[in-house]
Structures are given as structure tokens and as C-alpha cells.
């Protein structure tokens, strides 16, 4: 019986390429990259071919780029200068039994999906997923804060918004480099979870009566929650830094007509460790295809 | 009685006005500021003065650059265009129980305690100062780690060579963000230690063994014991930080020669973490003005 899993892997950015390393220690996996021709690297057993040139009918996963497929079928492709573009027919070609990887779910994605019979996992969904990349987010955070500030992180009043997959690595490590810490957190659960970790915690109500000690401001909810009243309360020295995807959480023109410096910063595991954030995607990957496979 | 204590502070780079602000919370100082006419920034009951302005014999405390004076009696003035030259003469003005502070003692200012009474404290040699410094060194460390790589500190193998007041600051830190930390030191009560707070431990005579194994090898001893074999069997990928003072303790020609790279990351405080590094000053010379007094 023929074990080999057929993959696609087509398009990408950095990331993918420790991605593919990690992948390629998988022996049952038979992997055909599209959009790397411009790279000068190769790996072992892995093909590269065109677009047009891949037997769809075949393929058992597929790979799409970290931001999954635009509203015209079209996809990034760092590592060629072909034009990629997807079509509905396409995915009809594909098995039913095929898996789709994205890193998010995209409105073309979804119309696919009601479309055809394919399983989307978009891998950056996934609590997992969220959870390993916290730790590169975490350090790039730290190196943003020593970078930013004239003072050590060690004594220094840092107050984290939101406990969830990133503000719980976020606040651990700056409690482990001597910061003085404070989460601000709804969930009673969450309050008892920072507490035995020996932090302090506040209700996020209370925000205004913390911001004004805060010598760094992290924040971390996807929500509009660091408002006039709270930005008012901030020293005019202290850094934020937002770590909220778009459109942030901070009132950014608010604390620019204070003069406050403030950092969104997007994407920190694509920064700081690309090769991190390519094997935990790669790691992801292996795992759920065995466990489609059992 | 009058207990106000007399203090120039002649010359000194940007730690020096977070130290100014410090040593001004003590009432009963009376400063004057020499060399720092460029300085737009005022402080509250602190004289500006020039060189030949001051009243040397009526001098309690005199506080010299972190560099001492050099071969021809004149210090380095970074918020001035005055040219200060030391002289013995001027020396021998100062009252016999004035204490002279500096960072570093250097062959001038040892010939004049040699032909004064004047007591001289080189800051930088003390082991509370190094142990302070040391948290600005171990943060501007975690920086460059995270700058310079492409992966996590978290689960990354880091050796640290030495476990004095800069290795132990850095070991626990790198430990404390998830990294697999292995120090190498010589004195079995430092070999105890490691090994209480959790972390491996290796002897210096071993240290071949190690490097093979080390995505980021950090010395902190100041003399050459990274050399050839301990370099050749280091990844090529890996990064080498320097913190030991020049010359360093690395094989830094060959290291070149392997395409390893190699950071002599030196005065960190005073780069990552001016404000601290300037506070910690400010603090201990308050400390040892009020015991001197007692």
C-alpha cells in the first residue's frame, strides 16, 4: 500500500523555508514546491515546478502563504515573480479527501470551501499554533522594550492588557527578568492564574488607576480598550507597545497628540525568529497529517 | 553645625545627569557642575561652573569621568568644548579628607594618591557596582541574542563561560526565558551553585566538549579562553558574544577566519540602560558620602 502523502507547497515568504526542512524529515511525504524559483537553495527529494505544471487530481495537502489567497484568487510569492491565481476549477480538481493549510482564512477561502469538498485548517486559528508563536512574540517584545527604553526591564512597572495565549508568555517573562508586573484581566479564572504565578493582577475596569505607574504599557486584547482616559493617566516618558492585530487596541491618535510612543507591532515571530516560526508551522503540519492518516 | 558635604562634579558622559538627579535628592549636598556648559538641561540648586571657578579647598566629594583622568591629567568632557587639565598642584589644594570618585583608576591618578592625602574610589571596581551593572549587561545581552539569530532564546543551547557577577546575571536570565544553558566555570563553589539554581554545569577543562553543541556561546571571562579548538568545533551558525573587557577572551582572528560571528559587546549599561546605569552611580555615592560621614 502506498503511504507517500502528496504535497503542494505553494508560495510563502522566510518562513517556509525551515517549514520545508522540518517537513522533509518526513519520510512519507513526497513535496512539490510552486513560487521558489527565484531561490537559490534546495532540498533534497523536493521538487520545484510551475503552477500549471502540478497534477492536482493527486495532491493530498496543500500549502498556501501565511495571508491565504486574495479576493482575486491571487497569492503572495516572495521567492518568484510568477503570477499565481487560483481558480474555483482548480480546487474542483482537487480529491475530496485533500487537506488545505493557510495561515488565515481569507473571503475567497470561504466561498471555496461552500464550494467544494476540501478541509481548510488555517493554522494560525489554532490554539496551538498561538501558543508557540507567543514565545517568539514574547522575546521580540523584550528586545523592543531594551531597545526603546533607557532603563532596565529589571524594577522596571510593566503593565500587560489581556491573559490570553501571548499576554500569559508576555507577562512570565518579564516577571522572570525582575520587572515589576501588573495584568489587567476580566476573566476571574485568569485573576486566579496570574495571581499563583505570583504577579499582580487588576480588573481591566480599573485600567485608569494602573496606567499611571507604567513605565512600559503591553497590550495584548484585539479590542479599542486603551482609551483617552487611560492614555491621559500614562507618564509622557512611557513606551506601548501593541501587540493586537489590526487595528490595534490602543486610541493611536489619541497618544500621538500626547506625544506618547507607541509601537504596534505585527508579525514579531517572522522577525525575530523565522526559523522558529517555520518549524512550528512545520510541526503543526507533520502532526496533523499523521493524525489524518491514523 | 553645617553638614552640607561640598561635591564638583567635573566632566562625565549621559549616565552622569540621571547620577546628578539622583545625588540631588540628597539635601544635604551642595553640587556644582563643571564641564557641562552645553547642557541645555538644568537641575534645581545645582551650580554650573568652570574649572577655574571652583573653590578646590573648600571640596568635600570631587566626582571625575567613568574613564579617570589620562597620561596628561585631562578627562573627557561630552557636554563641553573646555580642554580640563589636572594638575598636582591642583591636587594638593584639596582638603586631606576629600574623597575622589571615578569609574575606572587609571596610571595618573594612581601617581597622585601616591603625592596627596586624597582618597580615591574607583567605582567600577567595586562589587556591588559590577553586580548592579550587571542586570543592563544581561538585558543588553538578551537584545543581541534575539537580534542576531534567527531563532528563539526559548529551548536554544546557550553556553556561558564564567559565573562571576556578569555570568551569574546572564545565566539565570537566559535560563529564566527557556533557553538549555550550560556555564562553564573552574572553582567548585561555582560549579555548586550552577548547579543549585537548575542550570547544567561544565568545567572549563572541558569546555571542547561543549562549544559543538552551542547556538549562542556568551564569555564573560577576561582572558583568551575561546581559542582554536574550542572555535573549531563550534557550528557555523552560531553567534559569540564577547562581555569580557579588551582584548576579550576570544580567538577573535580565527573566529574571522571560520566566519563565525563574533559581538565584543562592551560598556552595555551605558548603551541599553543609560538612566539605570546612571542611577546606580548616583546611588552608591550617596550610600558611601553618608557612611564616610557617620
Known amino acids: 500500500m502506498d503511504q507517500t502523502i502528496r504535497m503542494a507547497i505553494i508560495g510563502g515568504d522566510a518562513r517556509y523555508l525551515d517549514m520545508i526542512k522540518k517537513l522533509n524529515e ?63 476549477d482548480w480546487f474542483k480538481r482537487l480529491p475530496n479527501h485533500t487537506t488545505i493549510f493557510t495561515g488565515i482564512t481569507t473571503p475567497y477561502l470561504e466561498k471555496m470551501i461552500q464550494k467544494t469538498a476540501m478541509h481548510l485548517i488555517p493554522l494560525m486559528n489554532r490554539d496551538d499554533v498561538a501558543i508557540y508563536n507567543s514565545i517568539p512574540t514574547a522575546e521580540g517584545t523584550i528586545m523592543l522594550a531594551i531597545q526603546h527604553t533607557n532603563f532596565t526591564i529589571h524594577q522596571a512597572n510593566i503593565c500587560v492588557l489581556g491573559f490570553g495565549r501571548v499576554g500569559m508568555s508576555v507577562a512570565s517573562r518579564f516577571h522572570a527578568l525582575g520587572a515589576k508586573v501588573a495584568v489587567g484581566a476580566r476573566n476571574p479564572a485568569d485573576i486566579a492564574r496570574i495571581t499563583e504565578l505570583g504577579i499582580q493582577s487588576f480588573h481591566m475596569d480599573d485600567i485608569i488607576a494602573y496606567t499611571g505607574q507604567c513605565d512600559i504599557l503591553i497590550n495584548t486584547i484585539p479590542a479599542k480598550v486603551v482609551t483617552e482616559p487611560a492614555l491621559k493617566e500614562l507618564k509622557l516618558n512611557a513606551l506601548v507597545i501593541d501587540l493586537a492585530s ?49
Open 26 to 88: 518526513n519520510d512519507n511525504l513526497s513535496m512539490e514546491l510552486v513560487g521558489f524559483d527565484q531561490l537559490d537553495q534546495g532540498f533534497a527529494g523536493v521538487k520545484k515546478t510551475n503552477f500549471s505544471g502540478l497534477e492536482v487530481e493527486k495532491l493530498d495537502v496543500v500549502v498556501l502563504p501565511i495571508p491565504g489567497i486574495n479576493e482575486n484568487g491571487m497569492i503572495d510569492t516572495v521567492f518568484s515573480n510568477d503570477h499565481i491565481q487560483f481558480s474555483e
Open 246 to 294: 489590526k487595528p490595534g487596541g490602543i486610541d493611536f491618535l489619541y497618544a500621538k497628540k500626547r506625544g506618547i510612543k507607541v509601537i504596534h507591532a505585527l508579525g514579531l515571530p517572522g522577525i525575530v525568529a523565522p526559523k522558529t516560526a517555520g518549524e512550528i508551522l512545520g510541526n503543526i503540519i507533520n502532526q496533523l497529517i499523521i493524525t489524518d492518516k491514523k
